[in-house]
């Protein structure tokens, strides 16, 4: 996104588990089909049997365990189960009906509250797992606290805290004059500056790095094609960052800001608009994740002006749309690693699935895009709990009505969602899931 005025103002899969008799307190889930997104094939008659939350044996066949007294039964016939899905790029505490200066009517802690309402309808898209690059006053630290305690319904969050950047640039707060000043409480202008950023973030509860390496679209007096951050500086930050045990994602739609943050270390590229071919060739070479969110465009055309978001900022979103896609396109086929991200927040939150449609027009077979927001957002997040189907992980997994790897659109509306082996969502049965 996006870093408005309020930036700152306002605030293994079958283990062959042969008739085990199943524990007390266990999940059974069993499906008509399961998707193996290591290999693309799909499983007959699949059993999860989950304990604690986490996956500990998956076999075939009713016969596969028997379950004890107190197992829950979660019978899903004619549904295929695939991982819950995951989204590397949103913000949660952003609202897209709220453009330009609209959102300045409200109070800081507003934008605190749509956290929740936005964490419900992201897991009830089947997104169990989602990565907020960039919040303001920590509402995304916040939030995850209170759904990891059980106070909110939402997806697990990788917290980013605030996305920093350059005095004047995308993650500043560019929207009012030297008279009414603002500005983040983050700006970094030194490589020093920089790793000081980092510490302070992570102190209060940072668990990714994000930064403007350019201009954006959603900032005023910013272009997408200018780079902001120095590769000294970007190379402080990820130095600093893994010191620390923390990835970098860097915002960069410019090729030569694309380049340097490759160069520096940066984890996923997100946007990557005008990557050109020596950005891909080095994306390729550092194993960087390109993280491109090539749905939104179309929320905003159709909706910005309605929402109050300025002209300036639609003019630099028609111009950026249609390269990242053929961008998207050229990355895919050279065998860039790609991840699956979108920006919600930009567009309404619970839409997130609509970028898989996308993914495969640009050149992307249905596996592979769900493969971006499962196997390969986990092998990103550094993550063996999530993305994947498999003993020892979490069981967060959603269920579909049909082959999601022949009819990618089929995502966009999912019948089941089980977080942590809790039907969170259960569209076949309603009573069936937990409020
Ligand atoms: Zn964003």
Redesign the pocket.
């Given at each position: 996104?996006?870093y408005t005025y309020r930036s700152t103002l306002f605030a293994a899969l079958v283990a062959t588990a042969v008739c085990a008799p199943a524990l007390a307190g266990e999940v059974l889930v069993s499906a008509a089909k399961l998707l193996d997104v290591r290999s693309g094939k799909m499983i007959n008659d699949p059993q999860v049997l989950i304990r604690d939350g986490r996956i500990v044996a998956i076999g075939q066949g009713a016969a596969a365990f028997t379950p004890g007294p107190s197992t829950t039964r979660v019978d899903l016939p004619g549904l295929t189960l695939l991982p819950g899905l995951i989204d590397m790029?949103v913000?949660l505490d952003s609202d897209p009906s709220y453009g330009g200066y609209t959102g300045l009517e409200y109070g800081d802690r507003f934008w605190s509250v749509l956290t929740v309402p936005h964490a419900g309808k992201t897991l009830d898209a089947g997104f169990t797992t989602v990565r907020n690059?960039?919040a303001d006053a920590w509402n995304d630290v916040g939030l995850r606290q209170a759904i990891s305690e059980g106070k909110v319904r939402g997806p697990r969050v990788v917290t980013a805290s605030y996305?920093f950047g350059a005095t004047g640039g995308h993650c500043d707060s560019t929207f009012f004059p030297p008279s009414m000043k603002q500005s983040s409480p983050y700006n970094a202008d030194s490589p020093e500056q920089g790793r000081k950023m980092v510490r302070e973030l992570r102190k209060y509860g940072a668990q990714v790095i994000k930064i403007c390496a350019t201009g954006g679209v959603f900032s005023r007096n910013t272009e997408p094609g200018q780079q902001q951050l120095s590769l000294a500086e970007m190379k402080a930050i990820a130095e600093e960052a893994h010191q620390w045990g923390l990835q970098v994602a860097a915002?960069a739609h410019g090729a030569s800001g694309i380049k340097d943050a490759i160069r520096a270390g940066v984890n996923t590229i997100?946007h990557a608009s005008l990557i050109d071919d020596e950005g891909i060739a080095l994306a390729k070479k550092y194993g960087a994740w390109l993280s491109m969110?090539i749905y939104n465009t179309e929320y905003t055309q159709a909706e910005g002006k309605k929402n109050g978001t300025l002209e300036d900022n639609l003019r630099k979103d028609r111009e950026v749309a249609d390269a990242q896609r053929e961008g998207f396109r050229r990355a895919h086929a050279a065998g860039v690693k790609m991840v699956y991200g979108t920006?919600a927040?930009?567009y309404p939150h619970g839409d997130n699935a609509r970028q898989f449609a996308w993914m495969v027009k640009y050149g992307m077979t249905p596996l592979q895009a769900i493969q971006a927001a499962t196997l390969n957002a986990s092998e990103a997040l550094a993550s063996k709990d999530v993305g994947v189907i498999e003993v020892g992980r979490f069981g967060d997994m959603v269920a579909v009505a049909g082959d999601p790897t022949r009819d990618v659109t089929l995502l966009e509306n999912v019948a089941v969602v089980i977080k942590n082996g809790d039907v969170v969502l259960n569209k076949v049965a309603p009573a069936a899931a937990k409020p």
């Open positions: 996104m996006k790029h913000h690059v960039g996305a915002h997100e969110d920006d927040g930009v």
